[in-house]
């Protein structure tokens, strides 16, 4: 069985900084690409950012220059260091990876339980 658990988020003031972190546990075979994900009220699920099993790093044009994805694969964990923090960037964030629980297995999309995020002006 395989747990994703986020670390706490936070109320931040605007301009001000958060980081996330995700580390994953149990049967663990291989970790592809890990992300984060985030839901506003009333609006769908967004991609903020990925970063691939070979270091390569995607974002959502609305964090470029202002959010980092990394991950520190010894520790099956990955980051999302959020700087300069807007209103818009309140939701609640998820962390989700592509895992194969063994060699056989095909990897699956596993979720984190989703985080708090408020930044206030």
């Known amino acids: 069985q395989v747990q994703l658990v986020e670390s706490e988020g936070g109320l931040v003031q605007a301009g001000g900084s958060l980081t996330l972190s995700c580390a994953a546990s149990?049967?663990?075979?291989?970790?592809?690409?890990m992300s984060w994900f985030r839901q506003a009220p009333g609006k769908q699920r967004e991609l903020v950012a990925v970063i691939t099993s070979g270091g390569s790093t995607n974002y959502t044009d609305s964090v470029k220059g202002r959010f980092t994805i990394s991950r520190e694969n010894a520790k099956n964990t990955v980051y999302l260091q959020m700087n300069s923090l807007k209103p818009e960037d309140t939701a609640v964030y998820y962390c989700?990876?592509?895992?194969?629980?063994?060699?056989?297995?095909?990897?699956?999309?596993?979720w984190g339980q989703g985080k708090q995020v408020t930044v206030s002006l």
């Open positions: 989700n990876f592509g895992i194969k629980a063994t060699k056989w297995d095909p990897v699956r999309a596993y």
């Open positions: 149990g049967s663990i075979f291989s970790i592809n690409a």
